[in-house]
């Protein structure tokens, strides 16, 4: 059964760092691209971050750029977000997806994890 479970988040103070995991199984992790998403309250999921199967190429949402970084670990089928320079506008909880090829479109992804909150104080 496809899975994927993500870790790391947290409470964290503005200016802060944390890094989050996002561990697959049941699936062929490295055939995926992975992506990074984030949905507030009242908000929809967004696009953050990803990354192509063999991490050569990345893509982020200009609200990150700069500050957040993907990566992946294939042989620990294990993808990445490390977040730095944090603020308030990143509270949200964060999911991880899989799709074969690169979208920006939540609704386009196969699989999903159960998220984990991050939360910003100011």
């Known amino acids: 059964q496809e899975q994927l479970v993500e870790s790391g988040g947290g409470l964290v103070q503005a200016g802060g760092s944390l890094r989050l995991s996002c561990a697959a199984s049941g699936f062929s992790f490295s055939a995926y691209t992975m992506g990074w998403f984030r949905q507030a309250p009242g908000n929809e999921r967004e696009f953050v971050a990803g990354?192509?199967?063999?991490?050569?190429?990345?893509w982020y949402s200009d609200s990150v750029k700069g500050r957040f970084t993907i990566s992946r670990d294939n042989a620990k089928n294990t993808v990445y977000l490390q977040m730095n320079s944090l603020n308030s506008g990143d509270t949200a909880v964060y999911y991880c997806g899989a799709q074969r090829r690169f979208k920006v479109n939540s609704r386009e992804y196969d699989y999903w994890g159960q998220g984990t909150q991050v939360t910003v104080s100011s």
């Open positions: 990354i192509n199967w063999d991490g050569t190429n990345q």
